[in-house]
Nanobody, 123 residues
Framework: QVQLVESGGGLVQAGGSLRLSCAAS????????MGWFRQAPGKEREFVAA????????YYADSVKGRFTISRDNAKNTVYLEMNSLKPEDTAVYYC????????????????WGQGTQVTVSS
């Protein structure tokens, strides 16, 4: 059982930066691959970034590659998403997700989900 709580969202101007955090409960955080997804108004939830159980080989959607960085601190039971050079099209609700493997991280079928945090990027 894993419970996830996102934080760090807010309003930022284009070109700015935000750092999202996802705090996980439970004693087996390191056993889960972690990911970030987002959903903009009127659009389907989409993949943003993922990281393995030990923090190696991060994977990114093409739309955020080179701008976003996913990382994790297993000692703190926390996964982060550093977002730089933000664009208005990055505006969405961002969700943290957990799964037993990277392949288990899906837009609609990950094992666990956070409640989401709003990111709004103004022009």
């Amino acid at each position: 059982q894993v419970q996830l709580v996102e934080s760090g969202g807010g309003l930022v101007q284009a070109g700015g930066s935000l750092r999202l955090s996802c705090a996980a409960s439970g004693r087996t955080f390191s056993a889960y691959a972690m990911g970030w997804f987002r959903q903009a108004p009127g659009k389907e939830r989409e993949f943003v970034a993922a990281i393995s159980r030990i923090g190696s080989n991060p994977y990114y959607a093409d739309s955020v590659k080179g701008r976003f960085t996913i990382s994790r601190d297993n000692a703190k039971n926390t996964v982060y998403l550093e977002m730089n050079s933000l664009k208005p099209e990055d505006t969405a609700v961002y969700y943290c997700a957990a799964a037993r493997s990277l392949s288990g991280l899906r837009p609609q079928s990950s094992d666990y989900w956070g409640q989401g945090t709003q990111v709004t990027v103004s022009s």
